[in-house]
């Protein structure tokens, strides 16, 4: 079972701090949106109500008059400088899952904050924020008017796929950076509503593509943040982040529930095990005193702090080898980060 004393530690009546200066929690550092829906996503996972309906109020908190969302509250102000699509995509993931809920003080604001944003993803331009779109409209309820608006946001995605694709390189844009996997994860999720079999298809090439890129040496390994990975260039082993461990794993498990093809199920287990020591380091990035997980896998080792983001990334891939283990059926609600 998964250590949670670090994440419950990071968190307090108003949501889940950002950041730790080693083992710390720090104050000073405030919350933010994308932490806060990823924990959410957690503490669901873990059938807490307590802490879901915190996570799902600090979501709630952040809206604007007009609706939109804030990311980062810093000493009780919000601030709009730190904003994303990609921030506000991953809120849109959370409040999915939560509309599901039995709980009611999950389900009536996340319902209500879901309901209202939703019609804000047409206009998205990032497209990672455009996959958390697709992946929060897979995930929902059914609703009038979802499955067209889920369609015309996959052919979005689509239509990047087809503009940057070449002989060798089978992708959305010129370059690989983060949470490479949300994007053929996403299309994989809208097959399964939508049974389009272009979306299957540019989801599955892409998918493979990535795999080839990121388990190059038989585990995990992912692309550096120095630089990143431009098209036709050299992959940065430098730094590796806990994030896009999970966003591999994730995609690799949406891959094997898709398509049942049992590469799938063993390279997500691969993904998971990234954080235990299955890297090109040889170094586990989990704290067993504190539970945590250190930020970065970098030419020294590790990065020794141990914020939100490393901590939720690791909890997530451990819930979905938790699932892997218990059972080989496919649940039926899937599992979302």
Not at 23 to 49: F, K, Q, W
Not at 52 to 75: E, H, I, Q, T, V
Not at 305 to 332: H, K
Request: proline share 4%; glycine share 8%; hydrophobic share 40%.
């Amino acid at each position: 079972m998964p250590n949670y004393n670090h994440f419950l530690q990071m968190t307090d009546d108003q949501g889940m701090l950002q950041f730790s200066r080693w083992a710390a929690p720090d104050e000073a550092s405030g919350y933010t949106l994308d932490d806060n829906a990823r924990a959410l996503i957690i503490a669901l996972h873990m059938d807490n109500p307590m802490l879901a309906g915190c996570f799902a109020r600090n979501l709630d908190k952040a809206r604007r008059p007009d609706g939109s969302w804030s990311n980062l509250l810093l000493k009780g102000r919000y601030y709009n400088n730190f904003d994303s699509e990609d921030s506000i995509g991953r809120g849109l993931v959370a409040c999915s899952l939560g509309a599901r809920s039995s709980w009611p003080q999950v389900s009536g604001p996340c319902s209500r904050m879901f309901s209202q944003y939703i019609k804000r993803l047409d206009h998205f331009t990032s497209p990672r924020a455009v996959a958390y779109g697709i992946l929060a409209l897979a995930r929902a309820k059914p609703g009038r008017g979802r499955l067209a608006l889920l369609q015309k946001l996959s052919d979005k995605l689509i239509s990047l796929y087809q503009m940057h694709q070449t002989v060798h390189w089978y992708w959305f844009e010129d370059y690989m950076t983060y949470c490479n996997g949300i994007l053929p994860q996403a299309l994989l999720a809208a097959y399964q509503v939508s049974g389009d079999k272009r979306t299957l298809k540019v989801a599955h090439d892409s998918l493979k593509h990535l795999v080839e890129v990121l388990f190059r040496q038989g585990f995990l390994n992912i692309i550096g943040n120095q630089g990143w990975y431009q098209k036709g260039g050299v992959i940065p082993l430098y730094d590796q982040q806990p994030v896009d461990a999970a966003s591999t794993a994730f995609a690799c498990h949406e891959a094997y529930r898709v398509l049942g093809l049992n590469d799938y199920r063993d390279l997500t287990r691969l993904a998971c095990l990234w954080y235990k020591g299955l890297n090109v380091n040889g170094r586990s990035l989990i704290n067993p005193d504190s539970g945590g997980c250190y930020d970065a896998l970098t030419e020294d080792g590790v990065n020794m702090n141990q914020g939100a983001e490393a901590v939720l990334s690791y909890l997530a891939s451990q819930t979905l080898m938790e699932s892997l283990s218990i059972s080989e059926e496919f649940e039926q609600q899937p599992l979302s980060f």
